[in-house]
């Protein structure tokens, strides 16, 4: 079992920057493809960026490509996500999900077996 738990959201400016840590229970962290999603309540949860259990490789939403950035400390087993030039429209909650055989459909929410609380990520305009 893997416990994920988010921090680092807050109440910020258009512009300005966030970076939200997802702290991870479990020795295979390493091994686990990791993700960020945001959710805004009436609304389908929607793909932020992925960083793959192998390779290293990442990919993000068109919506925040050059401006969001994930990468991960296996020695702090905690994956970050980087948040520069924020618009109002990033303005929801932010979830962290985990899953340790995850390599295709890394955009589906459904295809993470774990997932953290949420942190509220607001930006005024």
């Known amino acids: 079992q893997v416990q994920l738990v988010e921090s680092g959201g807050g109440l910020v400016q258009a512009g300005s920057s966030l970076r939200l840590s997802c702290a991870a229970s479990?020795?295979?962290?390493?091994?686990?493809?990791m993700a960020w999603f945001r959710h805004t309540p009436g609304k389908e949860r929607e793909f932020v960026a992925a960083l793959m259990r192998s390779g290293g490789l990442t990919f993000y939403a068109d919506s925040v490509k050059g401006r969001f950035t994930i990468s991960r400390d296996n020695a702090k087993n905690t994956v970050y996500l980087q948040m520069n030039s924020l618009k109002h429209e990033d303005t929801t909650i932010y979830y962290c999900?985990?899953?340790?055989?995850?390599?295709?459909?890394?955009?589906?929410?459904?295809?993470?077996?774990?997932w953290g609380q949420g942190t509220q990520v607001t930006v005024s305009s």
């Open positions: 999900a985990a899953d340790p055989n995850l390599w295709a459909g890394y955009r589906e929410a459904n295809k993470y077996a774990y």
């Open positions: 479990g020795r295979t962290f390493s091994t686990y493809t």
